[in-house]
Structures are given as structure tokens and as C-alpha cells.
């Protein structure tokens, strides 16, 4: 192979700085994750083909990468599907079909529902888990949009209660409050939006009211109507729903407006209940704001309760960093009925977006080098390989450097990797058992008594 | 879908309680690699087909999964493809070339020399990183063999010293130290093997005796001795190899045989002399017992210099945890020449299973649930809600049990998720301000001041 090598279109390698702060946000999360009482699931790369299709429309469909079927490629293609193939008869479905049993995960919602079902006998209900693994979309790559990234879900399958909501505003709060990150908590409920709708004269259209409506951000009010008319809401409707637009304020101060107007609706009604529950229960945050945001809608067709999005307070990134909502029926389309559940899910790639913008990753992040042992030729490095062993039983991360080279290489090897301290031992040091100590930072060096290398540097 | 969903065949799902045992394991395994300097590497799911076509062998080629092509199926399939498919005239793999140029990683090792030689010009020498990912083959499933399974390595490259060597021999002690596992460290050097060859007058069969030797544990030495007649080894090559099979008992009892026996061979001198060295600096070990196996071989063509392999020295399990060794021209694939490393990998299904075999695992894993609130109603639970946050706050993993149940339901809840407390605030505590402690290992209750509620499941 003469060109130099490559990775695929939308994918990435991640260097070990990046790594480290990805490791740095994603035990973050987990950390929290585990004192909410979440554990960990996995689930393989691979599903059935039929486990994915049909989940996530025709669009979705079409992003999931299939896997060629191994051994003879064409063993499972007809002879029928193989004459199509050549006169052009064939539909690609049909082809694809032929050639490939088994798919990439597209996201972590359905395969979750399908281990629920597949385990539901074994399972302890209610179900709280947590999973953070890659998903891949065939999506055409573009800016901040990959064909591999990853997901970072918690979700509590098996209970209605409105306690589950309550906590995973307070998990939101305590991971960003362990981030050092001002966010706002968005909240609205899918009954009230529905209540809407129905107010309005026209509740077979909710979903396109309120499609429309999750763009007032974007597109403004006008163009929001202008959809609205366009898919066959009446004036009247339009009209109807106009107070909307005009709500403003804390959640107590939009409470009685939206109770009076949407009083006719029994399930506006209850949502407005289970809202307030919410706010009150929820008590003092932390670094997070919660916020009532009634235009707030999120994969409508799937929510049936609490709607949740998080954005954050500080830097420029306009769009959500996490979502998240109530849902009645996940496991449903793989036959087990009445499940409710309640989920959310962590954008990493964009809070790692936002902590770069805002400066807020720690200097010293977690997995990194701190002392470096020059190599001064074999008697030194084979005294210098004790003291490692006394730092490293110490719990300091430290290595010798390997091969007798410049001492400006080796300079430079601690500095490219972002190593804190050099411990010099040269002849003259291993006489005396001293080791001189070398701050990368300020370039100041000191000798120290040998068994003072550990205080030196902590 | 009317039909029980699963999964394919030979990937798993990994339920909480596995999980829970998984990450220990990596996370014990990734606190040492960080202990010793190497830093995180992650590498995409998917590379391009040529990346890793012609890397394996033939059989392995065979078992790269490949990844259709997206959108249209055979957009990529020319018109001469499509009749030779009806036809019968195009080969499988001409098929599969036009329909596939992206594949699902194979191990991590040839991804990682891409890695380095796509970015050279930004890593700082010697690179010491570790990868924990999964790797795909569509081997045939059997016990213990799967399509999906994670790997573990650390490696050092663009180093020829054998500090590498020495350290990475202390990484095992430390990481089986730390699981509380003993161990047994292999070492061979792959010039020690090539110098048998050559003092047998048949160097040109290196390969040959070597794979034969190699087999000598599982077959014994007579059928070792008919495999290398049936390569072609003459009768006087084996005669000569013959001191081998005496060989027993340490390495400073093996060591002066060696060098007599394999006194006309440099290359064999220079590989006891490396093999010296590393036994010497090692020093004392904590778990591991480090011992020379002069039949060790691990994968020949690819090893130059020291070999490692690693065997549980408790429980049943008869093959090897780890291994790894040293190589020279890991990157020359992709066109980076001299670039010699030495790395190690972990077999964590393995070691997973010696674990649960020996009853290694810790009772208390970390990230379980360590503390269940009891829900009594609304206005015990609004309490409890507050005390969840003072216990959570106090790094404790804790939850609310969310709905009203039956208080069996519930203790079943924690006993199915191994929660150790059970916190009751009834009616009766809430008046009184105390809560009910229940020890869920030993069923006793005792009633302790709400404020002493952390020191009492401590």
C-alpha cells in the first residue's frame, strides 16, 4: 500500500487527548449514573436485521449500515434475485436482503427494548439502566456529524411514577455541577401539548401543530403559522393556539394562564399537574435552571409525558447537549405491552464541544503522566526502575524513559505528552542518592534526597 | 414481530451484574496501563476494506465482516458484475469488492499501525498506548468463541530497549496483583528459537520446527517430531533439536545449557543475553512467578524478540490470558519502516472466567446500588427525597424506590439488585424523625437518627 492510509468518511480516531477528555466526561456521567442506582448494559454492534428496520421510518431505514452476509457472498441470493439483478428487476431492498441478515445498531433505544423483551423474565422492575456505547448512521458527513459516535443513555423502564421524572432533573444537575458547567433544563409535558391541540378545534393535527411549533426557535412565529396552514390547520386553530406565542415568565408565573386557558382539557390538566409536582419536588439546584419552555416538543410521535432538553448557559453552542422524555410504549414493538418508561441521553460530542469552548476541562486530567525518569544509560535506569516501582505503588502514573537518547529528546517526549515533572538521576545524582527535579512548567529545577521524590512532586 | 426477539449468533448481551464484573476487571487493567505511562487510543469500528484485506492471511480475510455499501446497494456494481452474478462468472470476492469498501475492525493491532503511520508527524516517540475495543470475526460460534468480543492491549513503539520488555512483565504482576490473581509469566525470545533452527543445520525450517515445537503441551514430543519429518525437517535437524525436550527447571538452571548447546549461533547468544537482562532487572515479583519456556512460540511470523504469555496459576482454565512479544515491522504494511515495538494484550473473557472460577470477584462491586429508600406515599417519599440527595452527596450509590408497592415487592427490588440497606421512613419514622435501617444480608433492623443514617450503612 503506496497511499498513505485512511480512515472512512464520518468516522474519527480519537487521540490519547481526546481520549482523556472523553474519559474525563463519560465517568463523569457514569459515576452519577451509578449513585442515581443506574448499572450498566451492553448490547452487541450487531443486531438482526429485523430487530432494526422498520423502527426509525423510511429515512432511518435507509441510514442503517447492513453487514454483508460472511462466507460465499452471494450463498444466500436466489437465482431468481440474481437474473433480477442483471435485467435490473431486482429492488435494492430485496438485494440487500439477500446479501445481509444482520445490521449495525442505529441507537441505543431499540436495542434496549429489545433486550427488555428478550430478558423481561430476569429483569428487576423498575429497570434502571445505563448504557454508553457507539451507534452508526449512514448519514451523508458533515460538519459535527458522524457516521460513529456515541450514545449515552439512562432510562428507568417499568414505573409510571412521577419520582423518576424528578430525579433525572436533579442527575442532570449533579453531572453538569460535576462538570463546572451552567445549564438550563428545559421541561414541557406532552399531555399539555395535546391540550393545545384539542383547544384549538383541531386535535386530530396535533402532531402537526406541534411540529410546527418545535421550530419557533428557528423560524419564528410567522413561518410557524404559514406551516401550520400549509398542512390544513384552520385559521380558526391558528388563531386558537396564538396564546402560546405570547407566554412568558417563570413556570409560576405561566401556571394559571395556561390553566385557565387550556381548563376545558382534562389532559392539558394533568399535565399542568404533573409539571408543578415536578418543579416542587425537584427543591434547590445546583448549576442548573430549570425552565418551563411550552413549545418544547422532541420526537413528538414517541413522548407521552415530561419532555425534557438541556442547553448550556455559557459558550455559543446554540443546540441541545442532552434530551430526553417520558415514553408509554417502548417495548411494544416487540410485543410487550404497557411498559412506561422514562430516559435520557447525553450529547458527548457537543458537551465536549462546550467544555473545550469555555475553557472548562481540568489542567490535569485524570490518566495522564506526571514524572518522567530520564535516561542516563543502563546503571542509572536500572536504579531509576526501583524508585518507579515506589512511585507507581504510590498511585502516581510514571514511566522511565526507555532509551539512552539526548537529553533534549527527552525533554521534548515529556513535553508533547503533557508530563509535569522530569526526575533526573545522572552519575552524579546516584552518588549522592539525590534526584534532581525538573518543573515542566517553570523550567525550575531542584535536587531532593531520593526517598523525597514523592512530596516533591505531589 | 410476533416472535421472541434475539440477537445474532455468537454476539451476547452483557446484563448489569456482567457489566458490573467487566468494567472491574478493564478498569483495574486500564488504572495500571495509566500507572505506567500509556495513554488512551480509540480507533473506528469500521476502516477501509483495504486496510485490512491481505493483514490476516487468507482464512482471516475470510473473516472480516464487510459493511454494504449504503444508499443504493449496487450502485457500485458494474454492468459486467451484475451478468457474471447471473451468470455465474464473477468470483465471490469481485462481488463483495463492489459492493463493500468499508469493514468492521479485526483486531486492534492493524488498525493501531495505521493509526501511527497516518499520524506520525503528530505523535511523540516512543508511543506507549492502550486500546480497549471491540473486534468482529465471523469465526463459526462455538463455547468460548465469539463474533463480538473486546480487546485489550498495551503496546510501546518506535523502542528497541528492553526496559519495554522488563516493564511490561511488572504490568502483568501489578494488574494480576491487583485482582488478587497468582499468575505464571512465560518468556521466550524469538532469537533463542531461530538459533535452535540454525544449530539443527536446517535454519531455512525455522518456521516449520518452530509451529511444531510450539504444539509440544498439547500433543507431546513424538507427534511434534512426525509433524517436523512431515514439513521435510531431516532426521539429523530433529536429532539436533533434541536437547530442547531435556531442557527443565529455572532459568539460571536452563541458562548455562542454552549457551553451550547454542554456542555457534550469535543470534541465539544475543537472545539469552536480552533474556538475561530482562530476568535480572525484573526483580522480585508480587503475584506472578516469571519462568522461561524455551517452546513458547506465539505466533512466529510475526514476533521478533520476546515472547509473553501468561497462564493462571489457579482454577482450571488451560489456555492463556495474555500474551505479546516483540515485533519489528508492525508498521512497514502501510509503508513506515523500522518502527519496532513490543506490546501485550489481555484476554478479558478469559480472565473473566478464571475470576468467577476462583471466586476472585469482590463482593461489593463498584458502581452497585448500595442504599434503597422504601416509598411509603407521597409524603414519606417527599422526605425520602431529600435524604436520597445528603446520602448521594456523601458518594453514596442510592435510590427511591418510585412507586407505592407492597414492601415485599420492594425488598425483592433490592434483593434481586443486591442492594445491602433498605432505609424505611413510614409514617411512624417520619412523626419520630428517624428511619428503620434494614440489613438485607442478615435481615435485622435496627432504628437509627435520620442524621446518623450514612454512618449506619458504612
Not at 421550530?215 to 400549509?230: C, N
Not at 434547590?284 to 422532541?298: C, G, I, V
Amino acid at each position: 500500500m503506496a497511499n498513505k492510509p485512511s480512515i472512512p468518511k464520518g468516522t474519527r480516531d480519537f487521540s490519547p487527548t481526546e481520549m482523556l477528555r472523553r474519559k474525563y466526561i463519560f465517568s463523569t456521567i457514569e459515576k452519577v449514573f451509578q449513585k442515581y442506582g443506574f448499572l450498566p448494559l451492553e448490547t452487541p454492534a450487531m443486531e438482526n436485521l429485523e430487530t432494526l428496520t422498520g423502527k426509525y421510518g423510511e429515512e432511518g431505514d435507509r441510514l442503517i449500515f447492513k453487514i454483508l452476509n460472511s462466507g460465499d457472498a452471494w450463498g444466500g441470493v436466489s437465482e431468481e434475485v440474481k437474473k433480477g439483478l442483471a435485467t435490473g428487476e431486482v429492488a435494492p431492498g430485496k438485494f440487500a436482503s439477500a446479501v445481509s441478515e444482520k445490521a449495525l445498531r442505529y441507537d441505543l433505544t431499540v436495542p434496549f427494548a429489545r433486550y427488555v423483551v428478550q430478558h423481561q423474565n430476569e429483569i428487576a422492575f423498575p429497570f434502571k439502566r445505563y448504557q454508553i456505547q457507539p451507534v452508526w448512521r449512514a448519514d451523508r458527513p458533515q460538519k459535527g456529524r458522524y457516521r460513529e459516535f456515541y450514545q449515552c443513555d439512562a432510562d428507568v423502564i417499568g414505573s409510571t411514577s412521577l419520582l423518576n421524572e424528578v430525579e433525572l432533573v436533579q442527575l442532570f444537575d449533579d453531572v453538569f455541577s460535576a462538570l463546572g458547567l451552567h445549564v438550563v433544563v428545559k421541561i414541557n409535558d406532552r399531555k399539555v401539548l395535546s391540550g393545545i391541540a384539542e383547544v384549538s378545534g383541531q386535535p386530530e393535527k396535533v402532531v402537526d401543530i406541534v411540529t410546527a411549533i418545535d421550530k419557533l426557535d428557528k423560524i419564528g412565529r410567522e413561518k410557524v403559522e404559514e406551516e401550520m396552514r400549509a398542512k390544513g390547520v384552520s385559521d380558526e386553530a391558528i388563531k386558537g393556539i396564538a396564546p402560546l406565542f405570547d407566554l412568558k415568565g417563570s413556570w409560576s408565573e405561566q401556571r394559571p394562564l395556561l390553566e385557565k386557558w387550556l381548563s376545558s382539557s382534562p389532559m392539558a390538566q394533568q399535565g399542568l399537574k404533573d409539571l408543578s409536582f415536578t418543579f416542587e419536588a425537584v427543591g434547590a439546584l445546583k448549576s442548573a435552571k430549570l425552565e418551563y419552555d411550552p413549545t418544547l416538543a422532541r420526537g413528538l410521535d414517541y413522548y407521552t409525558g415530561a419532555i425534557f432538553e438541556v442547553k448550556a448557559a455559557e459558550g455559543t453552542m446554540p443546540g441541545s447537549i442532552c434530551g430526553g422524555g417520558r415514553y408509554d410504549d417502548l417495548t411494544g414493538i416487540f410485543g410487550l405491552k404497557n411498559m412506561s418508561g422514562v430516559g435520557i441521553s447525553f450529547g458527548a460530542d457537543r458537551i465536549y464541544d462546550v467544555l473545550l469552548e469555555t475553557n472548562k476541562f481540568p489542567t490535569e486530567l485524570g490518566g495522564s503522566t506526571k514524572l518522567l525518569f530520564a535516561n542516563f544509560g543502563e546503571a542509572e535506569a536500572m536504579h531509576c526502575l526501583k524508585l518507579l516501582r515506589t512511585v507507581r505503588e504510590a498511585g502516581i502514573a510514571a514511566e522511565l524513559y526507555p532509551d539512552q537518547v539526548k537529553m533534549a529528546k527527552q525533554f521534548k517526549y515529556a513535553d508533547d505528552k503533557g508530563i509535569a515533572y522530569v526526575a533526573i538521576i545522572g552519575e552524579n545524582e546516584l552518588i549522592q542518592g539525590i534526584v534532581t527535579v525538573k518543573d515542566m512548567k517553570t523550567g525550575e529545577q531542584k535536587a531532593v534526597k531520593q526517598d523525597e521524590l514523592i512530596s516533591a512532586i505531589a
